[in-house]
């Protein structure tokens, strides 16, 4: 039946016998999803979300009923204080800017411990000068690589000694990166390192990719404020864009007057009809997550029995939907990342071409035939044109799909 998408029966044989060998990683991961629905399913009976929640406002968008419930249940569903969700935040990347911004004052010290951030904080940072980046505006900027894969407690401890740092910035997911994502247990184990050194740093958390991947979320483990991203794990593939900061009321309360403006804050944004959408793609969010989960994971199984290295390992504990495949080679990246694109629902004919995309320093390769443009948690698969040549592929908004996109995809590299 796979003929139609013209996939040879060599790889579905391939396939089909890793689905067996995956088999006991798809049941944690069901035990999961199921705790994590139960999660969500809670809070909407907790706050009584109700049919007028769906309820448009425009303009100032004062007292908007549904925004507010929104807010209230992603606070309760990461166990903090309070969150800010908002469709006026255009990607993850802008609240993560946002959040920057709101919290940094001129002469104060961002520090990131897990190396450089995602190439598109890159201006916003100022490591690619830019006269709107952070370090114009007089914030230092410093970080600390990772050493084998976990954080480098000896010298973070040194700089916190020896500077006054305001913000550490934790990136769990791996960017474009060789390095692993970052588990909770991970981020927790620094979290209390950090604060038993000093408990006035604000500890931020860039969390995208990883929601709903743990039983728990870094602002419920210690971290004071965290970011992400409504076109990956938490829209569930039908929040049209938006993206949310969680965690300690003071500081979700500064960016907001960031997003905005100082004395109006969160009491303005308009939801312009995106509540039920945003609702709906929360309660939809840990069944999508399970479903990008399996997916990765049957990929990694697949992609290493043809030999590429893969991380992380089918077997491996997740902290993130992202799949690395190493290919070392130009053709083999841009073939592999042209069948996930032929796959797709949306531009399947489309031919994926390595270009210069906004915010990135190389050329960029990326299928991603979605509903919604550049949601990471529809099927997607991009990586950099540079050494050595790695895809990252995450998402499926269903298993199913995700299996079929896989099998398009090894098809175009088998040999």
Same mark, same amino acid.
């Given at each position: ?28 991961? &069901?035990?999961?999803? !199921? =705790?994590? +629905? ?6 909407? $009976? #907790?706050?009584? %979300?109700? *049919? ?95 050493? &084998?894969?976990?954080? !480098? =407690?000896? +010298? ?6 020896? $500077? #006054?740092?305001? %913000?550490? *910035? ?246």
């Amino acid at each position: 039946m796979y003929k139609e998408l013209g996939i040879r029966d060599e790889v579905v044989t391939l396939v089909n016998k890793c689905e067996e060998k995956v088999k006991e990683r798809f049941k944690e991961i &069901d035990e999961l999803c !199921d =705790y994590n +629905s139960l999660r969500v399913l809670s809070s909407f $009976h #907790k706050f009584e %979300v109700s *049919e007028s929640c769906f309820n448009s406002t425009t303009g100032y968008g004062y007292n908007d009923l549904g925004r507010d419930t929104i807010e209230k249940i992603f606070a309760d569903i990461f166990g903090c204080e309070d969150a800010l969700v908002r469709s006026q935040f255009i990607s993850g990347s802008h609240a993560l800017t946002v959040c920057l911004f709101g919290l940094l004052r001129p002469g104060d010290t961002l520090l990131s411990i897990c190396g450089k951030p995602y190439d598109t904080l890159d201006e916003v940072i100022g490591i690619v000068p830019n006269s709107s980046s952070l370090i114009s505006f007089g914030i230092k900027y410093d970080q600390i690589d990772l050493v &084998d894969n976990d954080f !480098d =407690y000896d +010298s973070i401890k040194n700089y916190i000694i020896n $500077h #006054k740092v305001k %913000v550490i *910035e934790i990136q769990r997911s791996k960017g474009y990166s060789t390095r692993k994502s970052l588990t909770i247990e991970k981020v927790e184990k620094v979290i209390n390192y950090i604060k038993n050194i000093d408990k006035d740093i604000i500890i931020m958390v860039d969390n995208c990719y990883c929601e709903f991947v743990s039983r728990v979320e870094p602002v419920a483990i210690g971290a004071d404020i965290m970011v992400g991203s409504l076109i990956k794990n938490l829209g569930g593939g039908i929040a049209p864009n938006g993206a949310y900061i969680a965690g300690r009321h003071d500081l979700v309360e500064l960016c907001a007057e960031r997003l905005t403006l100082p004395g109006e804050g969160r009491e303005v944004g308009p939801s312009l009809g995106i509540n039920k959408q945003i609702l709906q793609g929360l309660f939809m969010a840990p069944s999508v997550v399970a479903s990008a989960t399996k997916t990765a994971v049957l990929a990694s199984c697949v992609l290493e029995e043809l030999g590429y290295e893969v991380d992380p390992k089918f077997n491996e504990e997740r902290a993130d939907i992202v799949q690395n495949i190493t290919f070392r080679d130009p053709n083999k990246l841009i073939e592999f990342t042209r069948g996930i694109q032929e796959a797709s629902p949306i531009d399947s004919n489309a031919v994926v071409e390595a270009w210069d995309m906004p915010g990135y320093t190389d050329k960029v390769v990326m299928a991603a035939g979605a509903f919604t443009q550049g949601s990471s948690i529809e099927l997607s698969c991009d990586g950099p044109i540079r050494e050595p040549y790695i895809a990252y592929m995450q998402g499926a908004l269903t298993y199913n799909y995700g299996k079929l996109g896989l099998m398009k995809a090894v098809d175009k590299i088998y040999k």
